[in-house]
């Protein structure tokens, strides 16, 4: 079994189970106040696994299995087995973590802030994707075919204005920063993924 599919698994479990029990959801969501209060640290991790419903796991589940596999095959080529394999669980896990970092701090006295999905780390792999193969055509809305790369670049923008502009349990800024902290894990356990990158968007321009 790959560690993109036992994840898979174990955040569909955890989150249905969470759909009928409020207790455990609440004890696992992303609330600042609660984690400054406390010191509940944990559901930076444990928010990750928990979803608001079926369509939302759906979505972030999908999106981890197209990509997640490349990925951790990509690891496991440069890093072998099973360390490649342990990397790609501790880049998901740290993505996660990282990506609710920021909103921690900006709503540690907000008691009315709570966010819960795999969305940070799901956008690390894509961005580690991305970088592996910024020219591969995606889906934009599961439909417009765009390259890798500007679907980022629109997923950013659309981040960062979606954080300012909607209320809803969707930490639309877990999406921009698991970005940026899956590209930085990335490039700091193998630097030349970055001159990989240049060399690919340069060489495989589409003309």
């Known amino acids: 079994m790959t560690v993109t599919l036992a994840l898979i698994i174990v955040t569909c479990l955890i989150s249905i189970a969470c759909f009928n029990n409020k207790a455990l959801f609440d004890k696992l969501k992303h609330h ?48 072998g087995f099973p360390g490649g394999q342990a990397l790609f669980l501790v880049t998901y896990l740290l993505v996660i973590v990282m990506g609710d970092i920021p909103t921690y701090f900006r709503n540690r006295e907000n008691p009315y ?7 940070g780390g799901v ?42 502009k909607q209320n809803d349990m969707i930490d639309h800024e877990a999406h921009f920063y698991g970005a ?24 495989d321009f589409p003309l």
């Open 32 to 79: 600042p106040s609660t984690e400054y209060r406390y010191k509940e640290y944990y559901r930076w991790l444990s928010s990750g696994f928990v979803h608001g419903d079926f369509m939302h796991l759906f979505v972030n589940m999908f999106v981890l299995h197209e990509f997640g596999r490349v990925v951790e095959d990509n690891f496991g080529t440069h890093f």
């Open 113 to 119: 802030f709570a966010s819960v999905g795999a969305s």
């Open 123 to 164: 956008s690390g792999i894509l961005f580690i994707y991305i970088l592996l193969h910024p020219w591969s055509m995606l889906g934009l809305f599961a439909v417009i075919p765009v390259p890798a790369i500007v679907f980022g670049v629109l997923y950013l923008w659309y981040s960062t204005w979606a954080s300012n």
């Open 180 to 203: 940026l902290a899956g590209m930085l894990i990335a490039a700091i356990s193998r630097p030349h993924i970055i001159a990989e990158f240049v060399q690919s968007l340069v060489r």
